[in-house]
């Protein structure tokens, strides 16, 4: 397997710590909103490759955090009169919807900065003690001239990097790209004791510290979107190279950005969009496929047409899945030749061989339609294939499939009411009578309740709409 490392700027093979083991990062949300589409793409994304890596057989432990605390969920906390700590679990609760709407497992663990202080202080503390930070009327800055490989991650050394941000003038850091890594409380905030007085972490300390808390110095992977290499990333690798005096991350991963309508996504142009909005209009699942149909460094347009698009292809997916066990019911057992068996394997082989490419989703969802289209003639013509020919065809479609995470939503209930059936009986006592006129009466009767009712080659076919 090959992955393209953002740190070395090329495709590497992928090789763990620990054999058949992987440990992976992925910062998670700060919780004082719904989250917005361009959040769900490294959610899905990284989702997907946890999947992947358990489909060839690693073990997988993946750590993603949720920030809560932060200037904006203080912020609203002190607009709604009440203690972040509402606004934080609130938005917890909001973002599990979401994600299970868009079949996001839960990682294996969750941390949260409020619950790792400790473990924070105790970085800061050390980073102090030997130098690499100091303390300002109780503030804590790490010093960036002292880590030499600054810029490494995002291919800049410190003076680019300064000469091409935006920095507040500032008299008390030693250099304008010193960042905080603990800030003195404010009045009406949060606050925890540390040896530096009452305060809270910086942004960047808190992932160091649950990553190597929870995974160990140095870890296997790190994802997050591109806009997160720099300064969120970067300081990580930073902070935490200092802190432990070895590589933080052996592979880093960045999603591309998501546009609206061409244009970046921004609250001030109008075309911000949540995920709970658009799912509310188009359903979770055109999300999740939306995010996967695209190679994951490659930019994304969401637009009407897009998300259409993908609702449409679902549509396909469904209606294969629906056919092939519609096929299964009347299918016979039969001969299934080690060729027949070959065809298939090749189409799994050959989503095997995207996927180990750069973790290539979008030619992983081709690989998935021409294994359809190869079995849709096996399950529409005059003669069925064998059921042992069919059976081997849904085990791969389905293994494929959900290592993506997709057709999760059922289009059709667990048991048709006997109502239905009944009218279904009635339906075929009619036509065996050729009273074709009760027939349509009794098919548009079953129309009504949700159903629809149609003839093929295999037999009465009921689905539901």
Same mark, same amino acid.
């Given at each position: 397997?090959?992955?393209?490392?953002?740190?070395?700027?090329?495709?590497?093979?992928?090789? +763990?710590?620990?054999?058949?083991?992987?440990?992976?990062?992925?910062?998670?949300?700060?919780?004082?909103?719904?989250?917005?589409?361009?959040?769900?793409?490294?959610?899905?994304?990284?989702?997907?490759?946890?999947? @992947?890596?358990?489909?060839?057989?690693?073990?997988?432990?993946? *750590?993603?955090?949720? +920030?809560?605390?932060?200037?904006?969920?203080?912020?609203?906390?002190?607009?709604?009169?009440?203690?972040? %700590?509402?606004?934080?679990?609130?938005?917890?609760?909001?973002?599990?919807?979401?994600?299970?709407?868009?079949?996001?497992?839960?990682?294996?663990?969750?941390?949260?900065?409020?619950? %790792?202080?400790?473990?924070?202080?105790?970085?800061?503390?050390?980073?102090?003690?030997?130098?690499?930070?100091?303390?300002?009327?109780?503030?804590?800055?790490?010093?960036?001239?002292?880590?030499?490989?600054?810029?490494?991650?995002?291919?800049?050394?410190?003076?680019?990097?300064?000469?091409?941000?935006?920095?507040?003038? %500032?008299d008390i850091k030693q250099h304008p790209m010193d960042f905080a890594v603990w800030k003195a409380?404010?009045?009406? $905030?949060?606050?925890?004791?540390?040896?530096?007085?009452?305060?809270?972490? =910086?942004?960047?300390?808190?992932?160091?510290?649950?990553?190597?808390?929870?995974?160990?110095?140095?870890?296997?992977?790190?994802?997050?979107?591109?806009?997160?290499?720099?300064?969120?990333?970067?300081?990580?690798?930073?902070?935490?190279?200092?802190? +432990? =005096?070895?590589?933080?991350?052996? @592979?880093?991963?960045?999603?591309?950005?998501?546009?609206?309508?061409? #244009?970046?996504?921004?609250?001030?142009?109008?075309?911000?969009?949540?995920?709970?909005?658009?799912?509310?209009?188009?359903?979770? $699942?055109?999300?999740?496929?939306?995010?996967?149909?695209?190679?994951?460094?490659?930019?994304?347009?969401?637009?009407?047409?897009?998300?259409?698009?993908?609702?449409?292809?679902?549509?396909?997916?469904?209606?294969?899945?629906?056919?092939?066990?519609?096929?299964?019911?009347?299918?016979?057992?039969?001969?299934?030749?080690?060729?027949?068996?070959?065809?298939?394997?090749?189409?799994?082989?050959?989503?095997? #061989?995207?996927?180990?490419?750069?973790?290539?989703?979008?030619? =992983?969802?081709?690989?998935?339609?021409?294994?359809? #289209?190869?079995?849709?003639?096996?399950?529409?013509?005059?003669?069925?294939?064998?059921?042992?020919?069919?059976?081997?065809?849904?085990?791969?479609?389905?293994?494929?499939?959900?290592?993506?995470?997709?057709?999760?939503?059922?289009?059709?209930?667990?048991?048709?009411?006997? $109502? *239905?059936?009944?009218?279904?009986?009635?339906?075929?006592?009619?036509?065996?009578?050729?009273?074709?006129?009760?027939?349509?009466?009794?098919?548009?009767?079953?129309?009504?309740?949700? @159903?629809?009712? $149609?003839?093929?080659?295999?037999?009465?076919?009921?689905?539901?709409?």
């Open positions: 397997m090959k992955i393209y490392n953002t740190l070395t700027r090329q495709k590497e093979e992928f090789k +763990t710590i620990e054999p058949g083991k992987v440990t992976m990062y992925a910062c998670g949300p700060t919780v004082y909103n719904f989250i917005h589409i361009g959040n769900a793409r490294p959610i899905c994304l990284f989702d997907c490759l946890r999947n @992947y890596f358990e489909f060839r057989g690693y073990e997988v432990k993946f *750590v993603q955090n949720f +920030t809560d605390v932060d200037d904006k969920i203080i912020n609203k906390a002190n607009e709604e009169g009440v203690d972040a %700590s509402v606004i934080s679990e609130r938005y917890i609760k909001e973002y599990e919807t979401d994600a299970r709407g868009m079949n996001v497992r839960p990682a294996t663990i969750h941390p949260k900065v409020t619950q %790792s202080m400790d473990m924070i202080i105790d970085i800061v503390k050390h980073l102090v003690d030997n130098g690499y930070a100091y303390e300002v009327n109780g503030d804590v800055y790490f010093s960036t001239t002292k880590f030499a490989d600054y810029g490494k991650l995002s291919h800049m050394p410190l003076e680019d990097l300064e000469a091409g941000a935006r920095i507040e003038a %500032s409380a404010k009045p009406g $905030e949060p606050y925890w004791e540390s040896p530096w007085g009452k305060g809270r972490p =910086g942004w960047h300390i808190e992932c160091s510290a649950m990553a190597t808390n929870y995974l160990g110095k140095t870890i296997d992977l790190h994802c997050g979107g591109q806009d997160l290499i720099f300064p969120h990333h970067e300081n990580e690798i930073a902070q935490s190279e200092c802190a +432990t =005096g070895v590589p933080f991350a052996n @592979y880093w991963m960045h999603n591309g950005y998501i546009n609206v309508d061409n #244009r970046k996504m921004s609250k001030s142009l109008g075309n911000f969009f949540t995920v709970r909005e658009v799912a509310n209009k188009y359903g979770y $699942e055109p999300i999740r496929f939306m995010m996967l149909q695209a190679h994951y460094r490659s930019p994304i347009n969401y637009n009407t047409e897009v998300i259409e698009q993908c609702r449409a292809a679902l549509d396909r997916m469904y209606k294969f899945k629906e056919n092939l066990d519609f096929a299964l019911t009347k299918a016979q057992d039969g001969e299934f030749t080690e060729e027949q068996k070959n065809a298939i394997l090749a189409r799994k082989e050959q989503f095997i #061989r995207v996927m180990d490419d750069d973790f290539n989703t979008a030619d =992983g969802i081709s690989a998935i339609f021409e294994l359809i #289209r190869d079995v849709n003639p096996l399950i529409s013509g005059d003669s069925l294939a064998s059921k042992q020919h069919l059976l081997f065809a849904k085990e791969i479609f389905d293994q494929l499939t959900g290592v993506l995470g997709l057709l999760y939503e059922s289009k059709k209930e667990d048991e048709v009411p006997a $109502e *239905v059936m009944a009218l279904v009986e009635q339906r075929a006592a009619a036509r065996k009578a050729k009273d074709f006129v009760l027939a349509d009466s009794l098919r548009d009767q079953i129309n009504e309740m949700g @159903y629809l009712i $149609e003839e093929t080659r295999q037999g009465t076919k009921l689905t539901k709409k």
